[in-house]
């Protein structure tokens, strides 16, 4: 049978027309330059992204170094400033040793794939970031996924195993929720199966833990030998970038071993010294990550959500697709722009807004997010 005549994406526009008629097709969206509306849907938690010292800190690095790293970090891309980075983090989250990496993504992929492998199990929470879904994938590992926050579920699946070696996947802060994750619960199950726990810390640095060290840090497991934390420089950090953190000997491994590390492109300078520079920040203003939290408390009571916050993430489940996207819509035309999440970001039936508290967010800005939440969602509920 031939098929020259057929384009080889034809099937793409019924697939695009499946996705509108279910309320999923995305679109980009430009966003105004900063100041122009009230943001509570970016994860600049800290409202470290505008910051004087943290612009100054890129742009110093970019004169400095240039605006490239030029390399992978094993060719021309590691720079004096990337080691100062990974040596000053490591000291505030309590671990031996960082690698930083291009992304947050990039080094979820790095750490879990490197640190698994054919022959090994991971075990990951239901509701585990899509780059730690696409780690296991790749990892060639076999793969049991826990229900949400099973600490049972997860000691079942390391007790049943046959493979010598296993890694347990979580995030210690949920994306879409804001929900903590067992962490003290997991680590015993992973101490008594002897298995390695890895946490993904992206939306805990900068809230949680005594001035936002994070929820390891925060539940004594910070420099723990069988523990490895992965964490973004986007969020809390107001700049670009991601890290892997734990023994010497992991960094040592992922150096060797580790393919988004080796053949990638080593993060700009730029961004390297912007999150250098909100580093110091966070530690000079300790503050800043109970600030956050006291936010979030706000938006949670003008929202009538029934749970307090944990993180800075506000979760408003709203049901449909087309319910949220119009709420999240009617938000921006009054100024004021807020996330909007659906399937498969999270289960059907679920969708909602995500609105994502600042510690840098003023009075008149609450009085302001007051105002469009309480209309907006009266008419979507």
Same mark, same amino acid.
Request: glycine share 10%; charged share 20%; hydrophobic share 45%.
């Given at each position: 049978m031939t098929r020259t005549g057929l384009s080889?994406?034809?099937?793409?526009?019924?697939?695009?027309?499946?996705?509108?008629?279910?309320?999923?097709?995305?679109?980009?969206?430009?966003?105004?330059?900063?100041g122009a509306e009230l943001d509570l849907a970016s994860n600049d938690y800290l409202g470290l992204s505008q910051h004087p010292a943290v612009l100054d800190g890129g742009v110093e690095a970019l004169r400095t170094w240039g605006a490239g790293a030029g390399?992978?970090?094993?060719?021309?891309?590691?720079?004096?400033?990337?080691?100062?980075f990974e040596a000053?983090?490591?000291?505030?989250t309590g671990a031996e040793s960082a690698l930083v990496f291009s992304s947050g993504y990039t080094a979820n992929l790095g750490a879990l794939v490197a640190l698994s492998g054919p022959g090994s199990l991971i075990v990951s929470d239901a509701l585990s970031h899509?780059?730690?879904?696409?780690?296991?994938?790749?990892?060639?590992?076999?793969?049991?996924?826990?229900?949400h926050c099973d600490v049972a579920a997860v000691e079942r699946a390391l007790a049943d195993r046959a493979e010598d070696r296993a890694v347990v996947v979580t995030e210690s802060v949920f994306s879409t929720d804001g929900a903590l994750a067992p962490l003290r619960e997991l680590h015993d199950v992973c101490r008594r199966h002897g298995a390695l726990l890895l946490v993904d810390e992206a939306h805990g640095i900068g809230v949680r833990g005594t001035g936002g060290q994070g929820l390891l840090y925060e539940t004594g497991l910070a420099g723990a030998p069988d523990v490895v934390m992965t964490t973004t420089l986007s969020k809390a950090l107001g700049a670009q970038g991601g890290v892997v953190l734990g023994p010497e000997a992991v960094r040592g491994h992922l150096i060797d071993a580790a393919r988004p590390f080796i053949f990638d492109t080593g993060l $700009?300078? *730029?961004?390297?010294?912007?999150? &250098? #520079?909100?580093? /110091?920040?966070?530690?000079?203003?300790?503050?800043?990550?109970?600030?956050?939290?006291?936010?979030a408390a706000e938006l949670t009571r003008i929202c009538e959500v029934p749970e307090e916050p944990t993180s800075a993430v506000v979760s408003v489940i709203l049901g449909e697709p087309d319910v949220a996207v119009a709420a999240a819509a009617a938000c921006l035309d009054r100024g004021v722009r807020v996330g909007c999440f659906r399937p498969p970001s999270v289960p059907a039936g679920t969708s909602r807004l995500r609105l994502?508290?600042?510690?840098s967010l003023t009075d008149d800005e609450m009085?302001? $997010?007051? *105002?469009?939440?309480?209309?907006? &969602? #009266?008419?979507? /509920?």
């Amino acid at each position: 049978m031939t098929r020259t005549g057929l384009s080889p994406l034809a099937w793409l526009a019924d697939v695009e027309q499946q996705r509108r008629e279910a309320g999923l097709r995305r679109v980009l969206r430009v966003r105004q330059p900063v100041g122009a509306e009230l943001d509570l849907a970016s994860n600049d938690y800290l409202g470290l992204s505008q910051h004087p010292a943290v612009l100054d800190g890129g742009v110093e690095a970019l004169r400095t170094w240039g605006a490239g790293a030029g390399g992978s970090r094993l060719v021309t891309g590691n720079t004096e400033l990337h080691e100062e980075f990974e040596a000053e983090l490591a000291r505030f989250t309590g671990a031996e040793s960082a690698l930083v990496f291009s992304s947050g993504y990039t080094a979820n992929l790095g750490a879990l794939v490197a640190l698994s492998g054919p022959g090994s199990l991971i075990v990951s929470d239901a509701l585990s970031h899509a780059s730690l879904v696409d780690a296991c994938r790749l990892s060639r590992a076999r793969v049991t996924v826990a229900p949400h926050c099973d600490v049972a579920a997860v000691e079942r699946a390391l007790a049943d195993r046959a493979e010598d070696r296993a890694v347990v996947v979580t995030e210690s802060v949920f994306s879409t929720d804001g929900a903590l994750a067992p962490l003290r619960e997991l680590h015993d199950v992973c101490r008594r199966h002897g298995a390695l726990l890895l946490v993904d810390e992206a939306h805990g640095i900068g809230v949680r833990g005594t001035g936002g060290q994070g929820l390891l840090y925060e539940t004594g497991l910070a420099g723990a030998p069988d523990v490895v934390m992965t964490t973004t420089l986007s969020k809390a950090l107001g700049a670009q970038g991601g890290v892997v953190l734990g023994p010497e000997a992991v960094r040592g491994h992922l150096i060797d071993a580790a393919r988004p590390f080796i053949f990638d492109t080593g993060l $700009a300078p *730029a961004a390297v010294g912007a999150a &250098l #520079a909100a580093l /110091r920040v966070l530690i000079a203003e300790p503050y800043r990550a109970a600030t956050v939290l006291r936010r979030a408390a706000e938006l949670t009571r003008i929202c009538e959500v029934p749970e307090e916050p944990t993180s800075a993430v506000v979760s408003v489940i709203l049901g449909e697709p087309d319910v949220a996207v119009a709420a999240a819509a009617a938000c921006l035309d009054r100024g004021v722009r807020v996330g909007c999440f659906r399937p498969p970001s999270v289960p059907a039936g679920t969708s909602r807004l995500r609105l994502t508290a600042r510690a840098s967010l003023t009075d008149d800005e609450m009085d302001l $997010a007051r *105002a469009v939440l309480t209309e907006v &969602l #009266a008419s979507a /509920r």
